[in-house]
């Protein structure tokens, strides 16, 4: 009933646990003494015996006081351990998701992430402000009312006692199936988070293909599969609840039953009596109480096992070197797979300090593919990557990136200006800095007609063209002082224009080592060591001019572009 790793793993929530579990447990004192004067009241009446009604009212508004502030304080110090842990929970989360790097995106989705951050966290809130401290409380209390209740009549305590545990006993009975059922029903929501946020991005995609009518039918399907998961969580949680009152309520009338059997025969007094009665309720109201947290804190701790998975998964602990400035970066012998087929194979290849490598190849041949490998957001199924001789495994990811660019095909640019968006690079910049890479990028002009660096950038770059985007991106790139540029297919969504600017720019980069990945193979004719790549395995390397003279993958590669390119301009494709 209780998860002893989600509790050890957040110990400065224990303070607020012990306090509310504290106040409610004076509260409930408070609340006895409240009972015993009206059960005084009533049995010192009916026996017509005087009754000092002003001392026994003060005493009981005494108690009404204590059992307020002591309520009060409980919800307080529910309040400060549930925020302690949320706080704590999402810290581990992110510091965890900062350690593994951007490749945690290989193993979660963004709507799962989103949802857990949420959702997920918020679900713990119940689980340690209300659950755990009522846990402890619904041990407390009856024990504590069955010493009060022994003084009045140790037969009808016993009884009330006896019934107690049926309510954890029907907790424990649904457990096991409740687990199950909500691992299933958050499987089933993170799965149609996953759908609406694919199907609401690709939205326009799908109405030009009038695939909307469809994925809208499927995402109905979905919907209806996770309404139905939740009215069975929902059914599951109701029949708990009223299997929880019958007990509550029959083990009360149990107790008052043989309380009232006692003083028919007059073994007890009409004062013990009226109290077994006022307090038989007492007895059961804490255990139902937890009944109906419980179910709330089941769906935390199946929240909780996803969070779980995620801080365990593992990290490299080697990551401790710092990168000195580059001289050789090598993958040597490296084997990856994705699945189980392997996408890339046996592949050696040198980077050297100062020159242009360019690797190519057909789509799907594992180009990008090297370059996750180079960033670290993967790692290598055999063989190694050396930075200077160094193992990339061995090198820490912020080092890695102090020391590389990159720039994709589809540069991510941040809302705010579009100073913020190039001091990233380097905030040190001063704006004359920043004006001369735009210049370089061949954006300056369009910005100087907006508002300058202060041109403001909507989420995404929205407010900006494909190419204007991706110039500005690669004026960032250029304002960052790393050892090693890798531009991955960065000219392959832009118009003609930017193309040829991005590839200048490139060119000028004289003394910048350089990885230019490239389907595109009038874009690499000048680097100083060429890769070809096909279907995983590097199957040729050498210059422009030498592989285009042996027959082989490049020069069929090359012959089709050319020819192709022939076309367009209006010849004829030969
Ligand atoms: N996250 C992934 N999970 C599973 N398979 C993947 C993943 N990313 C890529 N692949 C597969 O790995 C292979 C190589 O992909 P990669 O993106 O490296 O190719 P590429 O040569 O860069 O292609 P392109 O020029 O089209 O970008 C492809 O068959 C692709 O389907």
Avoid at 44 to 57: I, Q
Avoid at 310 to 329: E, K
Avoid at 448 to 468: P, Y
Wanted: net charge negative.
């Amino acid at each position: 009933m209780i998860d002893k790793r989600l509790l050890q793993a957040f110990p400065d929530s224990m303070p607020g646990i012990r306090k509310n579990i504290f106040c409610q447990w004076i509260g409930l004192l408070a609340n006895t003494a409240l009972s015993g004067c009206i059960a005084w009241l009533i049995a010192r009446t009916m026996a017509g015996a005087p009754v000092n009604v002003g001392a026994t009212l003060l005493i009981m508004a005494g108690c009404i006081v204590v059992r307020l502030i002591m309520n009060q304080q409980a919800t307080m110090a529910s309040f400060s351990s549930s925020t302690v842990v949320k706080e704590q929970m999402r810290d581990k989360l992110f510091s965890k998701l900062v350690q593994i790097g951007p490749g945690y995106l290989n193993r979660w989705s963004t709507a799962e992430i989103v949802q857990l951050f949420g959702e997920g966290v918020d679900q713990l809130e119940t689980y340690f402000g209300s659950y755990i401290p009522q846990f402890f409380y619904a041990l407390l209390a009856p024990l504590t009312l069955f010493v009060v209740t022994l003084f009045l009549d140790w037969k009808a305590a016993l009884v009330l006692l006896v019934c107690v545990p049926l309510i954890p006993a029907s907790i424990i009975a649904v457990q096991k199936f409740a687990k199950k059922l909500l691992g299933k029903y958050w499987g089933q929501y993170t799965q149609l988070g996953d759908s609406f946020l694919e199907n609401l991005q690709g939205l326009t995609t799908l109405k030009i293909y009038e695939a909307d009518g469809l994925r809208h039918q499927e995402m109905n399907e979905e919907a209806e599969k996770f309404r139905k998961i939740t009215m069975r969580v929902l059914t599951m949680q109701l029949n708990s609840i009223s299997v929880m009152d019958l007990v509550a309520y029959g083990g009360a009338a149990a107790g008052i039953l043989v309380a009232l059997g006692a003083y028919q025969s007059g073994t007890i007094t009409l004062f013990q009596t009226i109290l077994i009665v006022l307090l038989s309720a007492e007895f059961f109201l804490p255990m139902r109480t937890l009944g109906s947290y419980f179910h709330i804190a089941m769906n935390g701790m199946a929240a909780s096992a996803k969070m779980f998975a995620i801080l365990d998964a593992p990290v490299s602990t080697r990551r401790q070197s710092d990168l000195s400035g580059l001289d050789t970066l090598a993958l040597r012998d490296v084997d990856f797979a994705y699945e189980e087929d392997l996408t890339l194979q046996n592949i050696d290849l040198v980077i050297e300090k100062g020159k242009k490598t360019a690797i190519v190849g057909e789509s799907g041949s594992g180009k990008s593919t090297i370059a996750k490998l180079l960033l670290g957001q993967i790692q290598a199924k055999k063989g190694t990557i050396e930075w200077n001789g160094t193992d990339l495994n061995d090198i820490q990811l912020a080092s890695l990136y102090a020391h590389v660019s990159y720039l994709g095909h589809e540069s991510t640019l941040f809302k705010g200006t579009v100073r913020d968006n190039l001091r990233m690079a380097d905030p040190t910049h001063l704006d004359e800095a920043l004006w001369r890479a735009l210049q370089l990028a061949g954006i300056a002009k369009d910005l100087e007609e907006a508002q300058g660096l202060d041109t403001l950038v909507e989420e995404g770059g929205a407010n900006f063209s494909g190419g204007q985007r991706q110039r500005i991106a690669l004026a960032r790139l250029l304002l960052k002082s790393g050892d090693l540029m890798i531009l991955d297919e960065a000219t392959s969504n832009v118009d003609v224009e930017t193309e040829d600017r991005i590839m200048q720019v490139v060119r000028s980069l004289r003394d910048k080592t350089i990885l230019c990945i490239s389907h595109r193979l009038k874009n690499i004719v000048d680097a100083d060591v060429i890769y070809v790549l096909q279907d995983g395995r590097l199957v040729q390397k050498g210059t422009h001019d030498e592989l285009v003279q042996t027959e082989g993958r490049y020069a069929t590669l090359w012959n089709t572009q050319q020819a192709l390119e022939r076309y367009s301009q209006g010849g004829q494709y030969a």
